[in-house]
Nanobody, 120 residues
Framework: QAQLVESGGGLVQPGESLRLSCAAS????????MGWYRQAPGQQRDLVAS???????NYADSVKGRFTISRDDRKNTVYLQMNSLKPEDTAVYYC??????????????WGPGIQVTVSS
């Protein structure tokens, strides 16, 4: 069993930056793809960015050039650097990861989510 916990959210003004972190803990053998999703009120949960174990990244068109995803496998942590934030980036951001446990079972996990609000 593993857990994901996000941190780093908050309220910022348009044009400012935030860095989200998501740390995985528990009985972890390895972590495959890690990603960030977001869900605004009344909207579906959409992929923001993902990164494979090999470092291949994928971004939603709306965040390309502004957001950067990275990971530190020594810390079982994934980051999302968000620059030039816009009001439309306001949402609850969720961490997601495919984790292989020490028993070698593979399962997808979600974090509880963290609020990001961009407003003047």
């Amino acid at each position: 069993q593993a857990q994901l916990v996000e941190s780093g959210g908050g309220l910022v003004q348009p044009g400012e930056s935030l860095r989200l972190s998501c740390a995985a803990s528990g009985s972890i053998f390895s972590i495959n793809t890690m990603g960030w999703y977001r869900q605004a009120p009344g909207q579906q949960r959409d992929l923001v960015a993902s990164i494979t174990r090999g470092g291949t990244t994928n971004y939603a068109d709306s965040v390309k050039g502004r957001f950067t995803i990275s990971r530190d496998d020594r810390k079982n942590t994934v980051y999302l650097q968000m620059n030039s934030l816009k009001p439309e980036d306001t949402a609850v951001y969720y961490c997601n990861a495919d984790i292989k446990s020490t028993s070698r079972s593979l399962r997808n996990y979600w974090g509880p989510g963290i609020q990001v609000t961009v407003s003047s």
